[in-house]
């Protein structure tokens, strides 16, 4: 009787321990799947993440492309453009309160010409011009300067951008765009928008006339505006000012060409051009004073030529120039 109770205890803990060790060697099992899994993605994400690092960089190096010389320095981005453009239609069409969208605005200018506003939106609030900048990599510039820098890391080296600066182009497209309505009324409000990918590393604003944002900051931004100056503008003023500007809007493939053969001749001048400059009434954009044609005295530009306002030093607008006998 007592060795059969021994031989059932007996196989009783054998079976107990059997058990033990099945799930032990489970165990076992699954620990080394799990990480052999974690590992696995450990890897991945490293060879993919250098890939997709490596690959941005080289794409925001191909996509730029000269649009005056290379001397020049300036550099767009037309996929990013259009990319950026959409962004800003899409963060402001949730602004509240009675409005109208228009992009790519060909604002007639005095001399015959065209300035484009990229984004524009007429709002209870006033009239808003938005200057998409879907740039990446870091952008320095101040209110002042002509040209803003970007830079951005390419392996070991940081390449830089020059481009021309957007708030001296967002305030010619206001001024243009006053004269063309003839109605100072209503609030105007001038926004620089550049993409999440940049760092606005040092951007220096003093005059308090524009904001300079990221895309995920515009929203908040032109809301606060927009609460603040609520009934400046009535839906029938609104909805007035839409047909007045839409068919600045519609332009043909020839006249957009034009447009661009147009920035392309504000860098160029022949010797001719350079020497019969001031004989000719081109106004300043900033004052409306004449412009006339200078020569750098001191500094690593002596003996350039660029264009002043001859109201200087009450004004500083300057554009500096590709002269084309050096080509």
Known sequence: MLKCVRGTHTAFIGLEWSMYMNYFILWTVFEFLCS??????????????????????NRQIENYVVTTSESSNYYYDLDKGESGELEVRNIIRKIDGHKKILSNLYIPTPDGRTTEIDVLMIHESGIYLFESKNYSGWIFGTENQQEWVQSFSNGRKSKKIHFPNPIIQNHVHMKWLQNFLRDNSFPFYSFIVFGNDCELKNVTITSGNHAVVEQYQLFDCVNRTALAHQGCLQPEKIDELYEKLLPLTQKSAEEKEKHIEEIREKYYFSTDEIRNFNKKEFKCPFCGAKLVMRTAASGSHK?????????????????????????
């Not at 003996?303 to 080509?327: A, L, T, W």
């Open 36 to 57: 052999a899994v974690a590992f696995a993605f450990l890897i991945y994400y490293v060879i993919s993440g250098k890939y997709n690092s490596q690959a941005k960089s």
């Open 303 to 327: 003996g350039r030529h660029f264009i002043g306002c001859s109201n200087y030093p009450k004004c500083r607008y300057v554009q500096n120039i590709v002269e084309m006998d050096e080509h």
